[in-house]
């Protein structure tokens, strides 16, 4: 059984409290100053979206591949994460590819994402058809290898993961938030599931879907997945204008952009990215975005 990973109370969470505690007193409230009122966790200087859209971020990263044989519970893979050692740990996140795929169909996702400041574990699977609650099993195992037992265990938050997935991954992602409430976001891409109902699920989920998707089509799974979601869950659903099954395995600025700033948000409670999520992305790419927004 994977082991279950401390939660951690969102530090807006905390302030309440401490507002509360305060008031109760009949303390006065001190004005925050703005080095007080940032998370810790944030990497990386303030965002644009020109820095979103490059195809690299502000960190220089390097990988290296886990062999199938070195771990158990998935089936090996390849680990990107920032050379710099001078910010802290980082946030992690374990991706799974689809059915019958390998991880080289997502693997420009890896540099991508961990040059803004994140150690990504691209796995691969123990089959190829394999299923999502297997994919979603697989993706917590990857999580404990690397806070675990990687080489590169010292750099991580273990309180600060988060996992995502193409179709059968995607599906699979969405099983991993159900099974461990402590994630603290979810990424499903194109996500494939039988299981249509995901009100159990409490992480903070983005889910990107393509309009055209004739595999998983948006009406019957993305968007039914996204609404079972409970409201106070921060969830968001982004869809591509014309975007088949298989938009994920290209590079594709607006997944990467979106998927990105999520993951800056609630992995590293970093408020600088709500701009991009509230009221979110537009333009001839997007075909339809909703929303719950972590600032309303």
Not at 62 to 91: C, I, K, M, Q, R
Request: glycine share 10%; aromatic share 8%.
């Amino acid at each position: 059984m994977p082991t279950t990973l401390r939660s951690r109370t969102p530090l807006r969470g905390l302030a309440r409290l401490a507002v509360a505690a305060v008031l109760a007193a009949g303390g006065a409230l001190a004005v925050p100053t703005a080095a007080s009122a940032a998370s810790p966790y944030e990497r990386g200087p303030a965002p644009t979206s020109a820095i979103l859209e490059a195809s690299r971020g502000p960190f220089a990263t390097t990988s290296f591949d886990v062999s199938s044989l070195s771990v158990t519970g998935f089936g090996g893979g390849v680990v990107y994460y920032p050379t710099s050692t001078a910010e802290g740990t980082f946030g992690a996140i374990a991706i799974s590819p689809g059915y019958t795929a390998a991880w080289s169909s997502l693997s420009w996702l890896g540099p991508r994402i961990a040059s803004h400041g994140f150690v990504v574990i691209g796995i691969e699977t123990n089959t190829r058809l394999d299923q999502p609650d297997s994919r979603g099993r697989q993706l917590l195992a990857a999580l404990d290898y690397l806070t675990q037992r990687s080489s590169v265990r010292g750099r991580i938050d273990a309180s600060r993961l988060a996992v995502a997935g193409h179709s059968m991954g995607g599906g699979g992602s969405l099983e991993a938030a159900a099974a461990r409430p402590s994630l603290q976001a979810a990424v499903p891409l194109a996500p494939w599931n039988l299981d249509k109902s995901w009100s159990e699920v409490r992480v903070p989920t983005l889910i990107i879907g393509g309009e055209s998707d004739s595999v998983a089509p948006v009406s019957s799974h993305s968007i039914p997945f996204y609404t079972s979601i409970p409201a106070s869950s921060e969830k968001a659903y982004l869809e591509l204008n014309g975007a088949s099954h298989f938009f994920p395995q290209t590079v594709n600025t607006p997944t990467a952009k979106q998927m990105v700033a999520w993951l800056k948000r609630f992995v590293d409670d970093d408020t600088r990215y709500e701009q991009f999520l509230c009221p979110g992305p537009s333009g001839s790419a997007i075909d339809e975005y909703r929303n719950t927004c972590p600032s309303a």
